[in-house]
Nanobody
Framework: VQLVESGGGLEQAGGSLRLSCAASERTSSTFAMAWFRQAPGKDREFVSA???????YYADSVKGRFTISRDNAKNTVYLQMNSLKPEDTAVYYC????????????????WGQGTQVTVSS
């Protein structure tokens, strides 16, 4: 499974961005999809995940501002990011695993190349 992220960019604080992650093959039947991010000088951290049955999970830092969704027909997962803050600045990675959701990056088998999100104050 290959994952390709898009939608990153530069946005002002309070603005919105939508990230997309397109999978190279069908991932809808059993795969859990997730977003992680890595800020400069920091470890990669969990942002959000969505299970095959559309159950969603969020880090406390983004709860109420970010929304994860998936379109199984398009093999694509999205991350709608609203009310952006400068501390959301990071490279955002899409990840997939062939079982249930996890917030531990070590549990994910497939990764995208990342997309940069920069939020200016």
């Amino acid at each position: 499974v290959q994952l390709v992220e898009s939608g990153g960019g530069l946005e002002q604080a309070g603005g919105s961005l939508r990230l997309s992650c397109a999978a190279s093959e069908r991932t809808s039947s059993t795969f859990a999809m997730a977003w992680f991010r890595q800020a400069p000088g920091k470890d990669r951290e969990f942002v959000s995940a969505i299970n095959w049955n559309i159950r969603t999970y969020y880090a406390d830092s983004v709860k109420g501002r970010f929304t994860i969704s998936r379109d199984n027909a398009k093999n694509t997962v999205y991350l709608q990011m609203n009310s952006l803050k400068p501390e959301d600045t990071a490279v955002y990675y899409c990840a997939a695993r062939g079982s249930g959701v996890s917030n531990d990056e070590r549990d994910y088998n497939y990764w995208g190349q990342g997309t940069q999100v920069t939020v200016s104050s």
